[in-house]
């Protein structure tokens, strides 16, 4: 979050409502139809409000990827967290543990079409503003490691191990869900949870032995 306003309820009430006019602007106008005063006319405020809370519109943006992607990271620990609960009620095998730990995954995961061209437009945002480019970058990079030690521990539960870096892994599963997402958009104009589940069911034998590990 921003260091350029203080704390107070008043201005925490103030950053939330700015900061959901910019998520609706941008998915709605894209992010070259992003602007201070389309921000502050869409929350209810004016140019003053708006400055007397952010330094500039990329100190805003910042903090709305940064809110975007805790709560993509928040989502994953509770679909951790369903997958951990349903094993142990039920006391899977590993392959119908991993079976349904990937529909856990893909109904808790699935945006809807606003998150996919948001999470696109901060995108194209970061690459056309430098101001925001290290944000970007930063909650992203912070978020891809939160993930990972997340499965890592996951499957680790299972007795299993993960085949690639921590840096392909991500890599590939965000992939998946983003572009996976978009082409799903594009392709049927919605996500279709079974093609989802198959694909990602699919995708798991690349980065992990599904053979139990020795002990």
Excluded: C, W
Aim: proline share 3%.
């Amino acid at each position: 979050m921003s260091d350029h306003a203080t704390t107070t309820p008043r201005r925490a009430a103030t950053r939330a409502r700015l900061l959901a006019a910019a998520k609706d602007v941008i998915a709605d106008r894209g992010a070259g139809g992003a602007t201070v005063e389309g921000i502050a006319e869409r929350a209810g405020f004016t140019r003053g409000a708006f400055y007397s809370n952010y330094a500039s519109l990329d100190e805003l943006i910042v903090d709305v990827i940064r809110e975007v992607v805790e709560t993509r990271l928040a989502q994953v620990r509770v679909a951790a967290t369903q997958f951990a609960q349903h094993r142990e009620a039920d006391g899977l095998t590993i392959h119908a543990a991993l079976e349904g730990g990937v529909r856990d995954f893909v109904h808790l995961l699935q945006p809807p079409m606003q998150e996919v061209l948001l999470q696109s437009e901060l995108r194209l945002y970061a690459l056309r503003h430098e101001g925001a480019r290290a944000g970007y970058v930063a909650a992203v990079r912070e978020t891809m490691t939160g993930v990972y030690e997340i499965l890592e521990t996951l499957f680790a539960s299972l007795g299993v191990q993960i085949r690639a870096s921590p840096e392909i892994t991500m890599d590939i599963l965000m992939g998946f869900f983003d572009q996976g997402s978009v082409m799903s958009y594009l392709e049927l104009g919605r996500v279709d949870p079974d093609v989802q589940v198959d694909r990602l069911g699919r995708l798991l034998d690349v980065i992990i032995d599904r053979s139990p590990s020795p002990g």
